[in-house]
């Protein structure tokens, strides 16, 4: 986190909250809020519905998991329902509750999926004063009995843009719907469109408050942004080079589809380098193992799709390379927040083919920044794959046959007098058998018998 996020005249103290979360606020190594928590925090004590906007890395989590540590009740258990989009995310979520409130009695239980239900059923009877989950897991464990909404306090939406794009909408719809309880709702997100807010108060209480501390600009200031042009047959290649000359240490490389994170891991992997891959596709235990060889600094190239975005929570990732772009330009911003963290510079380096500059620029709008070209001689392009020069050629020949008819269509009529220059007797007795050869070329008159003139 960069020291302009944090407010210098507020400490955690002054917010009222109870000297067990102190503890752990302290262990965890904060001494003054970020400008959203010092937002946040206090209207949430309040009672308050809040919406929060700040950018990725600002500490969000603890904004709206401190006032509800403060405020849980340890003899109710599950009275606070944290979504989030990604099971990742539920553990990174989790994990931050644990340590901010390992000095309460208030207990976080992770309800994901590729787990045992059984144990997660187990830990909602040890404590569970908190469920943080995917929807998925949390709609089947309640359609089970195994989860009550009868006594929720708190509903927190994390990346609410993300839980209620259309993918997550309905799940959300159906879960908030069977929430009868008196409860205070809590949506934070880095990014978050008219639209989505637009649905997102549906769910709110008329005075609702929202609070922005993002400003006009969304990306994390320590963040060194470049892009580098490239063919798409060329992107490998290049991904090796950058990996084998510079020195890129833990670097997260973005990929656009499950398919291309597996081939372009399988690509490195044979050519010596050590990459692992993260996907939705993947065991919950594989997945998770990855995590963890990341975070012990055991792993230094994960390669990952878009689902892995929401979910990286690790100050030690220096580069973020988009080898593929993201066509949400949302997505651009959540990736390289993945770097840069704890005041760290970091650096996002982007992959750009010559038919996204559109797209490139609406990410630039989005960052309100000029990413700047980086000029790569080092590397050498290959040449051009036999089926894509076929494919130009062919294009090329329709360009041209295209270009022709126009031309042809649109000449002007042969003059008469050349005809007769130009065909043989014979010929012109069969064009014009009566013998008079015209001198001017025809009336043009837009293809109607009936001659017009020019008023």
């Not at 929430?179 to 989505?196: C, K, P, R, Y």
């Not at 890129?248 to 891959?277: G, P, Q, S």
């Not at 066509?327 to 970091?346: F, K, M, N, P, S």
């Not at 070329?441 to 017009?452: Q, V």
């Amino acid at each position: 986190m960069s020291e302009e996020t944090f407010d210098k005249t507020q400490d955690f103290a002054s917010m009222g909250l109870r000297s067990s979360v102190l503890k752990g606020v302290a262990d965890s190594g904060f001494e003054n809020p970020s400008d959203i928590q010092a937002a946040l925090i206090p209207l949430v004590l309040a009672g308050k519905d809040v919406m929060g906007q700040a950018k990725t890395g600002t500490g969000k989590t603890a904004a709206f998991g401190l006032p509800i540590l403060h405020m849980a009740d340890p003899k109710i258990s599950q009275q606070a329902l944290i979504l989030v989009p990604t099971r990742e995310l539920a553990a990174q979520v989790a994990s931050e509750l644990d340590a901010l409130g390992k000095h309460t009695p208030i207990r976080t239980t992770t309800i994901i999926g590729g787990e045992s239900m059984r144990h997660q059923s187990k830990s909602l009877e040890k404590g569970g004063h908190i469920i943080v989950g995917t929807p998925g897991r949390i709609m089947d464990m309640q359609a089970r009995g195994q989860i009550s909404f009868d006594k929720i306090k708190f509903v927190v939406l994390d990346e609410v843009d993300r839980m209620l794009d259309i993918g997550f909408r309905e799940d959300i719809r159906q879960i908030l719907s069977r929430v009868h309880s008196d409860h205070q709702t809590i949506f934070v997100s880095a990014t978050l469109e008219d639209e989505i807010e637009k649905l997102a108060r549906r769910f709110m209480k008329k005075d609702a408050e929202k609070i922005q501390t993002t400003g006009d600009v969304l990306t994390v200031a320590l963040v060194d942004q470049k892009y580098i042009s490239v063919e798409p047959w060329d992107k490998q290649a290049l991904m090796l080079h950058l990996l084998r000359h510079e020195d890129l240490d833990t670097t997260v490389v973005f990929c656009r589809t499950k398919a291309t994170v597996h081939r372009l891991t399988t690509y490195l992997n044979r050519k010596k380098i050590e990459a692992r891959e993260i996907h939705g596709d993947m065991p919950q235990k594989k997945r998770s193992s990855v995590m963890k060889s990341m975070r012990e600094k055991k792993l230094n190239v994960l390669v990952a799709s878009d689902l892995a975005a929401r979910g990286l929570d690790i100050d030690h990732i220096t580069h973020v390379i988009n080898y593929d772009l993201p066509e949400d330009t949302d997505v651009y911003i959540h990736r390289i927040g993945r770097t840069a963290r704890a005041g760290r510079r970091g650096f996002a380096w982007s992959f750009v083919t010559s038919d996204q500059g559109p797209l490139l620029t609406e990410i630039e709008k989005l960052a309100g920044v000029m990413i700047e070209k980086m000029d790569y001689p080092q590397f050498t392009p290959g040449p051009i794959p036999d089926d894509v020069r076929e494919d130009r050629e062919k294009a090329q020949k329709v360009q041209q046959s295209l270009e022709e008819a126009t031309k042809a269509r649109y000449a002007p009529p042969t003059p008469a007098a050349t005809l007769a220059d130009t065909l043989s007797e014979e010929q012109l007795k069969t064009m014009f058998p009566d013998g008079k050869i015209p001198k001017n070329a025809p009336t043009r008159n837009l293809g109607t018998r009936f001659k017009r003139k020019r008023r």
